[in-house]
T-cell receptor, first 115, second 109 residues
Framework: DTGVSQDPRHKITKRGQNVTFRCDPI?????LYWYRQTLGQGPEFLTYFQNEAQLEKSRLLSDRFSAERPKGSFSTLEIQRTEQGDSAMYLCASSFFGQGNYGYTFGSGTRLTVV | AQRVTQPEKLLSVFKGAPVELKCNYSYSGSPELFWYVQYSRQRLQLLLR??SRESIKGFTADLNKGETSFHLKKPFAQEEDSAMYYCALRTSGTYKYIFGTGTRLKVLA
């Protein structure tokens, strides 16, 4: 499968615990994005990378959230001291910059439940 | 602030009937608009982009800058069109999207 892969698919954690999600983009894609989606809402932008550089971060991304893309390939999103309000679907997407904007390819998402 | 509005949470139509999913945006610059679709148990996928002026699966969408709209249309709905549809806006100088809240389309037999 050459699509965007996200791991894990589901995560249940206790409030206050740290969690980390992984995203493997399409290998030729140099841009990688993280979005969050809650019930009844569209995806909300969190952050994006071009290669290993984090180019933009949303104000939604509090200090408890951090994202990395150390070698310009896979990315991780970490949430520290999780809160119940962090329960959501976390979506990763990738695209190739340089051939115009052909839109994103999304992964299946990681569903986080904080109990 | 930039915003995308999809006024209908749910749209039900009968098979063979015309479909129009509404999308309005708020942005003073030159926008790029997209429609994404999510079928049951599948990931979000790109349906079409305004810059390509294409028709995908019989769907078309025209950017109307005067009305700041990008409505999605199909003349004859099929049952397989049942899905969640999201309109998305990309503004100049960034590659992030602003998504609407989505419209669930149900095509009834």
């Amino acid at each position: 499968d050459t699509g965007v892969s996200q791991d894990p698919r589901h995560k249940i954690t206790k409030r206050g615990q740290n969690v980390t999600f992984r995203c493997d983009p399409i290998s030729e894609h140099n841009r990688l994005y993280w979005y969050r989606q809650t019930l009844g809402q569209g995806p909300e932008f969190l952050t994006y990378f071009q290669n290993e550089a984090q180019l933009e971060k949303s104000r939604l991304l509090s200090d408890r959230f951090s994202a990395e893309r150390p070698k310009g390939s896979f990315s991780t999103l970490e949430i520290q001291r999780t809160e119940q309000g962090d329960s959501a679907m976390y979506l990763c997407a990738s695209s190739f910059f340089g051939q115009g904007n052909y839109g994103y390819t999304f992964g299946s998402g990681t569903r986080l439940t904080v109990v | 602030a930039q915003r995308v509005t999809q006024p209908e949470k749910l749209l039900s139509v009968f098979k063979g009937a015309p479909v129009e999913l509404k999308c309005n945006y708020s942005y003073s610059g030159s926008p790029e608009l997209f429609w994404y679709v999510q079928y049951s148990r599948q990931r979000l996928q790109l349906l079409l982009r305004h810059i390509s002026r294409e028709s995908i699966k019989g769907f078309t969408a025209d950017l109307n800058k005067g009305e700041t709209s990008f409505h999605l249309k199909k003349p004859f709905a099929q049952e397989e069109d049942s899905a969640m549809y999201y309109c998305a806006l990309r503004t100049s100088g960034t590659y992030k999207y602003i998504f609407g809240t989505g419209t669930r389309l149900k095509v009834l037999a």
